[in-house]
């Protein structure tokens, strides 16, 4: 997922991937003129069907341990499963690296859960659950997911690089299918991810902990049992989200309040001074680097769903401020100050257009909405993950914007009322202590 995600992809690739591409801009519109007047609905549609799912069978994965020795990993019961292929044409574009074609066989969770909350608003159930059910399978004893795995081939799961922001968007993914068909279907995984969010909540600071698991800087060796013990600011936003519509699809679960999770990310991790949000805390102290969803295209979302439309509009100018900018065509969004390249973070942009819409604001969301059908139409769909070559942020069609592409256009156009992230975080909204 977003800045995470990135690195943990280009820790399952050779250690020269995604480390030093570099090079200029490489989506830019035809010379004829055709993408100037792309309109969003279809090229929204278009992307919506270019996402792309595979069977995904029962078999013996393995995870590495920290001599690289495989440890065994047994999925769950899965019939007429899928996974969705995350990164589906990792070749489309010039100037990628050797090697980027295995991203082909990598599924990732979070990708997995995008792609069921929009198959699940589009109505479309059997689709939605195929993934879901794949997902069941693949959850950890503790109730947490590994990042990423393999969908047919070598059979690697990265079970050991766990990370609290994936885990809570596939709780938001599976209490929005139960709130849809209350089925019941995924209750006790559900529970049982709440239990891992529990577990990794800190008291002392009122936020969720990161996760497990740490790759070496150069992607050469993994420690499974490193313990992340800093709070992200992207992470307890997933996590607020989650667990409040955990709350509203089964009443009678154990769940953190997704509000008062809010109302401290609100609290501790706002640089009052700055105008924005910390990326997040560290046992030292908060890390005031900017990220684009910590700074304030996901915080602004949170702000308008706190009840907080002043600071959600203070964030997202201090998005423009500090991350925004110009390449050549394209109004761009940088993903941090730590990736000194000009490139595009398309998915973490996104946000910014659903939350402009939320805040009245629709003339400057259509004009986001307006500049992404045009990089699909000349980039092609799924919509590509960045603009320029970069560490950790590749030139590749990705599920990850594709679908927020088409949530944002499904809210801003008025095709369907506001779903993705639409849950009340105000306190008065809060359920019961239990």
Same mark, same amino acid.
């Given at each position: 997922?977003?800045?995470?995600?990135?690195?943990? %992809?280009?820790?399952?690739?050779?250690?020269?991937?995604?480390?030093?591409?570099? *090079?200029?801009?490489?989506?830019?519109?035809?010379?004829?003129?055709?993408?100037?007047?792309?309109?969003?609905?279809?090229?929204?549609?278009?992307?919506?069907?270019?996402?792309?799912?595979?069977?995904? $069978?029962?078999?013996?994965?393995?995870?590495?341990?920290?001599? &690289?020795?495989?440890?065994?990993?047994?999925? =769950?019961?899965?019939?007429?499963? @899928?996974?969705?292929?995350?990164?589906?044409?990792?070749?489309?574009?010039? =100037?990628?690296?050797?090697?980027?074609?295995? %991203?082909?066989?990598?599924?990732?969770? /979070?990708?997995?859960?995008?792609? @069921?909350?929009?198959?699940?608003?589009?109505? $479309?159930?059997? +689709?939605?659950?195929?993934?879901?059910? #794949?997902?069941?399978?693949?959850?950890?004893?503790?109730?947490?997911? *590994?990042?990423?795995?393999?969908?047919?081939?070598?059979?690697?799961? &990265?079970?050991?690089?766990?990370?609290?922001?994936?885990?809570?968007?596939?709780?938001?993914?599976?209490?929005?299918?139960?709130? $849809?068909?209350?089925?019941?279907?995924?209750?006790?995984?559900?529970?049982?991810?709440?239990?891992?969010?529990?577990?990794?909540?800190?008291?002392?600071? *009122?936020?969720?902990?990161?996760?497990?698991?740490?790759?070496?800087?150069?992607?050469?060796?993994?420690?499974?049992?490193?313990?992340?013990? !800093?709070?992200?600011?992207?992470? &307890?936003?997933?996590?607020?989200?989650?667990?409040?519509?955990?709350?509203?699809?089964?009443?009678?679960?154990?769940?953190?309040?997704? @509000?008062?999770?809010?109302?401290?990310?609100?609290?501790?991790?706002?640089?009052?001074?700055?105008?924005? /949000?910390?990326?997040?805390?560290?046992?030292?102290?908060?890390?005031?680097?900017?990220?684009?969803?910590?700074?304030?295209?996901?915080?602004?979302?949170?702000?308008?769903?706190?009840?907080?439309?002043?600071?959600?509009?203070?964030?997202?100018?201090? #998005?423009?401020?500090?991350?925004? =900018?110009?390449? *050549?065509?394209?109004?761009?969004?940088?993903?941090?100050?730590? &990736?000194?390249?000009?490139? !595009?973070?398309?998915?973490?942009?996104?946000?910014?257009?659903?939350?402009?819409?939320?805040?009245?604001?629709?003339?400057?969301?259509?004009?986001?909405?307006?500049?992404?059908?045009?990089?699909?139409?000349?980039?092609?769909?799924?919509?590509? /993950?960045?603009?320029?070559?970069?560490?950790?942020?590749?030139? #590749?069609?990705?599920?990850?914007?594709?679908?927020?592409?088409?949530?944002?256009?499904?809210?801003?156009?008025?095709? +369907?009322?506001?779903?993705?992230?639409?849950?009340?975080?105000?306190?008065?909204?809060?359920?019961?202590?239990?």
């Amino acid at each position: 997922m977003t800045r995470a995600a990135a690195r943990a %992809l280009a820790a399952l690739l050779p250690l020269s991937l995604l480390a030093g591409c570099g *090079g200029g801009l490489v989506v830019t519109p035809p010379a004829d003129g055709r993408c100037a007047a792309a309109e969003p609905w279809s090229w929204a549609t278009a992307a919506s069907d270019a996402l792309q799912t595979r069977p995904f $069978r029962r078999r013996q994965l393995y995870d590495l341990d920290a001599t &690289n020795k495989p440890v065994p990993f047994e999925p =769950g019961p899965c019939a007429d499963c @899928a996974a969705v292929v995350s990164y589906p044409a990792p070749t489309r574009h010039p =100037g990628g690296p050797d090697g980027l074609e295995r %991203l082909a066989d990598r599924s990732f969770t /979070y990708d997995n859960a995008l792609y @069921a909350l929009l198959r699940v608003e589009e109505g $479309r159930k059997s +689709a939605a659950r195929a993934v879901l059910d #794949t997902l069941a399978a693949l959850q950890r004893a503790d109730g947490a997911w *590994g990042f990423s795995f393999a969908i047919e081939h070598d059979g690697f799961y &990265n079970l050991g690089y766990v990370r609290s922001g994936a885990v809570a968007w596939v709780l938001y993914a599976m209490a929005r299918y139960e709130r $849809r068909y209350g089925e019941g279907r995924y209750r006790l995984a559900m529970r049982r991810a709440a239990g891992y969010l529990r577990d990794r909540f800190a008291p002392n600071l *009122g936020l969720v902990l990161g996760g497990y698991g740490r790759w070496s800087a150069d992607g050469a060796s993994f420690e499974p049992l490193a313990r992340a013990d !800093w709070a992200s600011t992207e992470h &307890n936003i997933d996590a607020a989200f989650a667990l409040r519509a955990a709350a509203l699809a089964d009443a009678e679960g154990e769940y953190l309040d997704g @509000a008062r999770l809010a109302a401290t990310i609100a609290e501790r991790l706002f640089l009052g001074a700055d105008g924005h /949000y910390a990326r997040g805390a560290r046992p030292d102290g908060l890390d005031a680097e900017p990220a684009l969803d910590a700074v304030g295209t996901w915080s602004a979302l949170l702000d308008v769903q706190r009840g907080d439309p002043a600071r959600a509009a203070t964030v997202l100018a201090a #998005t423009d401020r500090l991350l925004g =900018g110009v390449d *050549g065509p394209w109004r761009i969004w940088r993903p941090g100050d730590d &990736n000194p390249a000009q490139t !595009w973070f398309v998915e973490g942009s996104v946000a910014r257009a659903i939350a402009l819409h939320r805040l009245g604001r629709s003339e400057h969301a259509r004009a986001d909405l307006a500049q992404l059908a045009r990089w699909a139409c000349a980039g092609g769909v799924p919509l590509t /993950y960045a603009s320029r070559w970069a560490k950790d942020f590749p030139v #590749t069609p990705a599920v990850a914007p594709t679908v927020w592409f088409v949530f944002a256009a499904r809210e801003v156009l008025g095709i +369907a009322p506001p779903s993705l992230w639409a849950e009340s975080l105000a306190l008065s909204a809060t359920t019961p202590d239990r």
